[in-house]
């Protein structure tokens, strides 16, 4: 039981004793959301007078019998509330209620609810234009988001838990440059990824002869013959050869599923990557080619659940297939004298004063915001916990979707059906990461040219689609830091949120002894890992094209539509730029200089 179980049960002197405790500032033990414990603040005098006016009264009752008292009346507390906890809890809606009428309501010209990139852009726009008296409420303990950067994990280097690439030409990419921020080049493309296979690999001889050959045909076809006779050379926990990966890069994937994929589907409907790879390896006569159809299935992990963050049978092939074999390039923050947390500071400082963080909100009330003069009535929770009310003559919400998702703000009245919909209906997936640090460089066991990573799991892995992607920011300019990320998308960074931290550990060193030697893979110094479905203000990574919506466009614009003096931003709201930094800050800023205009005609 909470706060002293069986205990709260004493005498009637031990219960006046705890009961004069109750009054005194009391530490509260925090449940496993809470990032620590908090102290009951002072009360207001004229409040702290009359509890101890009546706290005297009651100890003159029970110790003075002869003059009428009854003790007993006092012990209300332990027959009605027998939980310490809940006394607590019983005092301090009372303290609430009370304040309610003392202190004021807040008023602001618009309140912005979100500090992470779409929130600060909004914010910044509005007082850019005009409209200074402006309240930023962001429900974590720190700026920024699902942009969140780590300064101390490996001394030197930031290293980034969320955001980690922006792409060239993006809005994102122009702060960079003003800033003098510094950045890596990251391609996309398959000279920097090495494969690796954990399975007994039935490549013969012939199979490599067949890619590596540039000879003519007759030199071929002798090549080929003599190695079909030979032996079947199976290939144990090692990278797969230059030779071979191309062969399977080019015969499986890129002419093989790509294409497929790329044709659509026959009748022309939409459809996820699961159902997709299945019937192109029916068609194929490849369902029962374990060995080809494991590298299919990791191809597809690395190239649209880690792109995407939505499990395979749910990501839309018809409006992701354009990117499948592309090779982006991209800018990597996660380097000395970069970091996503440096180009965000540049909208941090002019506002600072104006963002108050750990307040979460519970309600939006717009029932009279279509009214002239109408106002926006938000409830939210202040860092002790309190139910706090601020009104504004607009709201901005940049929540991410999985927020919305949950339900956990109360809108009143109801968002309109359309917009619940839509909400519904966009994609939102969950990518994870597992980064570890070898304070010793010298222990680096893998290629550090090689940017990416990627094993091929044996079919009845359980962990088959956990940490089996490895991306190498020592490839980046990164100080030559032996570090490594291990990632997880879709379903599997969804399973990673459900075992512990050492057990994820454990998975991912089990991989890279599979890929590299049992005895060449030191534990590292360090690790930590990401759990973005399990953080309450975000629930997830990000936005994705998902099956089944007909018109992905007109859905967007659903999510960006205003209801009443209740605005929309964020990456979800946004089709061209969507999953991305670069959404969520230009939907952010040109919804403040929209409603900056509205406020100030």
């Known amino acids: 039981m909470r706060g002293g179980g069986g205990d709260c049960h004493g005498s009637s002197s031990n219960s006046r004793h705890r009961r004069r405790n109750l009054l005194s500032p009391t530490k509260i033990k925090p449940t496993e959301k809470d990032d620590d414990t908090f102290m009951m603040t002072t009360l207001p005098p004229e409040l702290e007078a009359a509890i101890q006016e009546m706290q005297n009264d009651r100890n003159n009752k029970n110790n003075k019998e002869e003059e009428g008292g009854n003790p007993e009346a006092w012990d209300f507390f332990d027959d009605i509330l027998p939980d310490v906890s809940d006394r607590l809890s019983f005092l301090q809606n009372t303290l609430d209620f009370l304040l309610g009428f003392i202190l004021p309501v807040e008023v602001h010209d618009v309140l912005v609810i979100g500090a992470g990139w779409s929130g600060l852009a909004a914010a910044n726009a509005l007082v850019e234009n005009g409209v200074n008296d402006v309240k930023v409420l962001e429900a974590r303990s720190y700026i920024g ?333 990164n100080g030559n830091n032996a570090i490594l990320v291990a990632w997880a998308a879709g379903d599997g960074a969804d399973q990673t949120e459900l075992i512990s931290n050492i057990d994820n550990l454990g998975i991912a060193m089990l991989h890279l002894k599979t890929m590299f030697g049992a005895t060449n893979v030191p534990l590292p110094t360090r690790y930590m890992t990401t759990r973005w479905r399990r953080d309450e203000f975000s629930r997830g990574a990000y936005t994705y094209p998902a099956v089944g919506i007909a018109d992905e466009q007109q859905i967007r614009e659903t999510l960006a539509e205003n209801v009443g003096r209740v605005y929309f931003a964020g990456e979800g709201t946004s089709l061209e730029w969507g999953a991305t930094s670069a959404g969520a800050y230009n939907t952010g800023g040109k919804v403040g200089e929209a409603v900056a205009q509205q406020l100030l005609q």
């Open 145 to 477: 988001g699902r942009t969140k950067t780590s300064t101390d994990f490996v001394p030197g280097v930031p290293i980034e838990e969320g955001s980690e690439w922006t792409y060239p030409g993006s809005s994102i990419q122009t702060i960079l440059e003003d800033l003098n921020l510094s950045y890596g080049i990251t391609s996309y493309d398959y000279e920097t990824l090495a494969l690796y296979e954990s399975i007994p690999l039935q490549r013969t001889a012939a199979a490599a002869a067949t890619a590596a050959t540039t000879a003519n045909a007759s030199t071929a076809n002798a090549s080929t013959a003599a190695a079909s006779s030979a032996p079947v050379l199976p290939v144990l926990s090692a990278e797969v050869s230059e030779d071979i990966k191309d062969t399977l890069l080019k015969d499986l994937w890129l002419n093989g599923f790509v294409k497929f994929a790329k044709n659509g589907r026959q009748d022309g409907s939409d459809w996820g990557y699961t159902e997709a790879m299945n019937k192109y390896l029916v068609e194929n006569d490849l369902k029962d080619n374990v060995e080809d159809k494991q590298v299919l299935n990791a191809f597809v992990m690395n190239e649209v659940e880690s792109e995407f963050s939505g499990p395979a049978e749910d990501v839309s092939v018809a409006k992701t297939n354009s990117i499948l074999g592309s090779g982006l390039t991209l800018s990597y923050l996660s380097v000395p004298g970069g970091g996503y947390g440096n180009a965000l500071g540049s909208l941090v400082t002019p506002i600072r004063d104006k963002i108050q963080t750990r307040s979460p909100v519970t309600s939006i009330d717009y029932s009279s915001s279509n009214n002239n003069g109408g106002i926006v009535r938000v409830s939210y929770r202040n860092e002790k916990g309190r139910e706090r009310v601020v009104e504004a003559k607009a709201v901005v919400v940049t929540v991410p979707l999985g927020v919305l998702k949950t339900g956990s703000i109360d809108f009143i009245p109801e968002l309109p059906a359309n917009k619940k919909a839509a909400i519904d209906a966009v994609g939102y997936g969950n990518l994870n990461k597992l980064i570890m640090y070898w304070e010793d460089n010298s222990k680096v066991f893998w290629p550090q040219d090689k940017q990416w990573l990627l094993l091929v799991s044996e079919e009845d892995d359980p962990f088959a689609n956990l940490w089996t992607l490895f991306f190498n920011p020592m490839s980046q300019g």
